[in-house]
């Protein structure tokens, strides 16, 4: 049996208006979900698997197509890439969204989603490979908002706005005080 050959890494962080670091952690993520298995096995299988999508409806899921798996979250967007949210539910292979996602904006109990970066080339190093994925999130609410989970949406390749979660985790609270800046990242690791 295969064990741990793939893995994800979590690194929280909050940083001040100046960019000087407050917070850090680093943890093994809990990630990944089912979704990110029935886009496995939609490609191996060359046809659509049945999932559940980040709005709870049935839908399908892959297979080829040139968006699948495509979690690039783009400037003011929390339906796709890196989302965050202040649910505390235990996380579950089945999990198909955050409990309570926060959404975009300045509002109040809202975070400004930023444009989420990727690394464009896997970095090979002794035994094990990995490639990151970024995101980070201003608080610009008026008051600390607290961020409890974290997870990855990525386009199932069906219809052009539908998403399926692919990681989810839920960790001790992350506070972000109001003009401070909280960045999520997931490294996805392989080793021998």
Partial sequence: MIIDVITAWLILEVRDERGWLIERRSMPSRSP????????????????????????NVDTIGPAAATLLTATGPDNDDTVGIVVGTGVTEVSIIDDNLATKIAHGTGSGQLDYELQTMDSQVTTEAG?????????????????????????????GQGAADYVCIMRDVFTPLYVPNGKVATVKYRITIKL
Avoid: W
């Fill in 128 to 156: 094990y490979a990995y490639f990151d994925i970024t995101r980070a999130f201003t608080n610009s609410s008026g008051a600390t908002i607290r961020i409890f989970e974290s997870a990855i949406y990525a386009h199932n």
């Fill in 33 to 56: 979900v089912r979704g990110f298995l029935e886009a496995i096995l939609s490609q191996v299988i060359a046809a659509g698997v049945a999932t559940v999508d980040t709005a709870g």
